[in-house]
């Protein structure tokens, strides 16, 4: 890539690339142009201009990490939501997603895109409702976003009573504030949004071929929850007599512009329509343990589908999350196997996670012509030591918090492992104040 002035450069540092014609790079250069990888090499071309240099020895460079489901709001029922059911928006005798203000959800937005950002999350899929503000609250910090609105007819006050009772009205509510979601962040450089039908159960047939429709019409990628729990299952069994991936597939919402959330309840012939189709799946393997499931993802891998990794309502982690994706794979394999080694939980996290965003071509890894979403790891630290396979001791005993420096689109975000665009004190003690609130109402 040709450029007439590097912004800033990265030297000597370790580079695990996730691009497979050269994964890893020992004693290398990295140099940013405009918001892009300009240069990976060793030394720096003499003749190019650097405005910033720094000494990346001991340092290891990743590719930003892309965590495609998440709901930050969320953070509020932390501690608490976990040990009580399979899904906070399922649980009763928690705070709710409807009893939140607008200026309440801002401010638990930016708690937890904060949370995820500093662990090295470069982008994430951030879905619920009041994304209108998240979305404000989360663009400041100057992440790369794909939010979505929580689109749905059911009514959602009645389904911890166990009644599922289908609303026109909350669905064109629902689905017109996706909409204009849309049309608000159309033109932002780091923001896409995408259509979010929560999950089968919560949206009735028609709703689902209505999004399907508009997903088409207005070229807009679509999630969803997939086989997150028997409680779905057993709804959509009696509602339509088919399984939940049976039913996205007749709405026309099975295609490879969908990413599936959680596929814990799928079927062999599931996994077969999800990969014949080119349907992401969106790997939750840390949400998923802690309520006691597992997604059969070896079947799933196997079968070919495109997996990502994310978060979900637990702790913003992507590298924690390497970890338990590789560990709860093994125990399904019952061992150690070629189909499960830390190159294929790194690739979830990063490239595939790209490409399950459509956007695969511009992010995931670190190449030259990219965008400038990476990560900086302070590699000089006992449980880093020593570095014999860097990318091996990053899954197996890295953490978020070895994280020294963010870059999203060539913009430092985190450096010295604190935000540059906001005071993480201040973050934290509003979104105190705001829990103490919710929680004293249940
Ligand atoms: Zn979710």
């Not at 400041?140 to 007819?153: F, K, V």
């Not at 689109?409 to 993480?424: A, K, S």
Request: glycine share 8%; aromatic share 4%; charged share 20%.
């Amino acid at each position: 890539m040709e450029t007439q002035q590097f912004d800033i450069a990265f030297t000597h540092a370790t580079l695990l690339t996730a691009d497979p014609a050269r994964p890893i790079l020992r004693d290398a250069s990295i140099a940013i142009a405009d918001g892009k990888i300009a240069w990976i090499g060793r030394g720096l071309p003499e003749h190019v201009p650097c405005k910033r240099r720094v000494d990346a020895s001991g340092k290891v460079i990743t590719p930003g990490f892309v965590n495609v489901h998440s709901h930050s709001i969320l953070t509020m029922v932390r501690g608490v939501a976990a040990d009580l059911g399979f899904a906070p928006s399922y649980t009763p005798g928690i705070p709710k997603g409807t009893q939140v203000t607008p200026d309440q959800a801002r401010v638990l937005a930016r708690l937890g895109a904060l949370e995820m950002l500093m662990f090295g999350s470069t982008l994430i899929g951030d879905n619920f409702v009041c994304a209108d503000v998240t979305t404000e609250a989360m663009a400041e910090l100057g992440m790369r976003l794909t939010p979505s609105w929580r689109i749905h007819d059911v009514d959602f006050s009645k389904v911890t009573e166990g009644k599922w009772e289908y609303s026109a009205a909350i669905g064109s509510a629902t689905l017109q504030a996706g909409l204009d979601l849309a049309e608000r962040w159309k033109n932002h450089p780091l923001v896409s949004v995408q259509l979010a039908a929560h999950a089968v159960d919560t949206c009735s047939d028609g709703f689902l071929r209505e999004i399907a429709a508009i997903s088409r019409a207005c070229d807009l990628r679509v999630n969803t929850h997939l086989g997150q729990s028997k409680v779905e299952v057993t709804r959509v069994q009696e509602r339509t007599g088919k399984t939940s991936t049976e039913v996205l597939d007749e709405a026309g919402l099975l295609n490879d512009r969908l990413m599936a959330g959680h596929c814990i309840y799928v079927t062999d012939p599931d996994i077969e329509r999800l990969a014949r189709a080119g349907t992401h799946a969106v790997h939750i393997p840390k949400c998923n343990a802690t309520s006691g499931r597992l997604a059969p993802v070896h079947r799933i891998k196997r079968a070919g589908v495109n997996i990502a990794l994310a978060t979900d309502t637990q702790h913003g982690d992507m590298v924690e999350l390497m970890r338990w994706a590789l560990m709860t794979a093994r125990v399904q394999e019952n061992g150690v196997n070629d189909d499960w080694q830390p190159r294929h939980v790194f690739h979830m996290a990063t490239l595939g996670g790209a490409r399950a965003t459509g956007m695969g071509d511009r992010l995931g890894s670190l190449e030259t012509g990219k965008l400038a979403d990476l990560v900086m790891f302070d590699f000089r630290r006992p449980h880093l030591t020593p570095h014999a396979n860097p990318l091996g001791t990053l899954v197996h005993t890295g953490q978020g918090r070895d994280v020294e420096l963010v870059m999203v689109n060539g913009e430092i975000l985190v450096e010295g492992g604190q935000p540059t665009r906001v005071d993480m004190a201040e973050v934290c003690a509003q979104a105190e104040e705001v829990c103490q609130a919710l929680w004293r109402n249940v």
